[in-house]
């Protein structure tokens, strides 16, 4: 069940990306059980990763020191993406509540947003933290549409959009309001540049399933130019390492993009993806949410902090 996989590999498109791999490194997938596999976040301080398992409803916990998964929250609001921030503390987007949550360090949940404008927001689905400490977060419509990842609802804002939370006060801003179906979003190692996918066509007939670029400037976004089409399926969350690739999510597995947006190749998987996210203690083991399973790879790139 565990260890290689078939189905899994490399294909390189450019030759710099056999320079992203190692000789003998290969997929492994860690475990497998899940609907549908969302979210990885990884804690460095206690070497384990939390991941959400949206369906089931559950939030599961792999911990490195013995390769042993367990269940990290049930329920858990059907929680989508999930991150780290500066203190060390779980950021979650939960799908049921249409909120945006942190986990104490003493296992208390404060809210950090569930509302822009006096609206309840759609169902918070990915989001990254800034080095001021602020939280930037997408709100598709995907756990309002349908009950699997949620509780189909209205939207009342009418719209998805994208928003920061400021990390002193709270206060939610809109930093996008053009998007179809916002999805996954990080920054570039420098943050001077924040890119957020599209993934419209996974209910809209000839919708976007690209990921843009936008310019940072302090609290506001600008620009925006589409940065990559996505030649299989669509792109949903993705990390950066420390020279600025991306390493996103797709149908048939990982796509590698260069700084300028060139494919510069893929890492295979049988499964559709949904994120990743570097781990391990040099960031330097890539951990890959499929549909159902978990796995990782060793590459010869490390995670951007």
Not at 100 to 120: C, M, P, W, Y
Not at 141 to 163: F, K, L, P, Q
Not at 221 to 246: A, H, K, M, P, T
Request: overall charge negative; proline content about 4%.
């Amino acid at each position: 069940m565990f260890g290689l996989v078939e189905g899994t590999g490399f294909e390189a498109l450019s030759p710099s990306f056999n320079e992203c791999l190692l000789g003998h490194a290969r997929v492994e997938r860690l475990w497998t059980g899940a609907r549908w596999s969302e979210g990885p976040a990884w804690f460095a301080a206690g070497r384990y990763l939390v991941w959400s398992d949206i369906p089931n409803n559950r939030m599961l916990r792999w911990d490195e020191t013995d390769g042993s998964v367990s269940v990290f929250r049930s329920p858990a609001n059907n929680s989508n993406g999930n991150t780290v921030d500066l203190q060390g503390r779980l950021v979650t987007c939960e799908h049921l509540a249409r909120r945006v949550t942190r986990t104490e360090h003493d296992g208390s949940i404060t809210v950090l947003a569930d509302k822009f404008d006096n609206k309840r927001l759609n169902s918070p689905n990915d989001l990254v933290v800034k080095s001021d400490g602020s939280i930037w977060f997408t709100d598709p419509s995907y756990g309002i549409i349908m009950d699997y990842e949620g509780e189909r609802a209205n939207s009342e804002i009418g719209a998805c959009h994208v928003y920061r939370i400021d990390g002193d006060s709270f206060e939610v801003t809109r930093v996008a309001d053009d998007y179809v179906k916002p999805n996954g979003l990080a920054f570039s190692p420098d943050e001077k540049y924040l890119y957020i996918a599209d993934t419209g066509a996974s209910h809209e007939e000839n919708g976007p399933a690209h990921i843009r670029k936008h310019t940072v400037k302090n609290k506001t976004l600008s620009g925006g130019e589409v940065f990559s089409d996505c030649n299989n399926g669509f792109y949903d969350g993705f990390r950066l390492d420390r020279d600025g690739r991306i390493w996103s999510s797709a149908a048939d597995g990982v796509h590698c993009l260069s700084p300028t947006g060139e494919l510069l190749g893929k890492i295979l998987i049988p499964e559709f993806v949904g994120n990743v996210c570097f781990g391990g203690p040099k960031l330097n083991r890539l951990f890959i949410c499929g549909t159902t399973s978990l796995y990782s790879v060793y590459l010869n790139v490390n995670g951007a902090k």
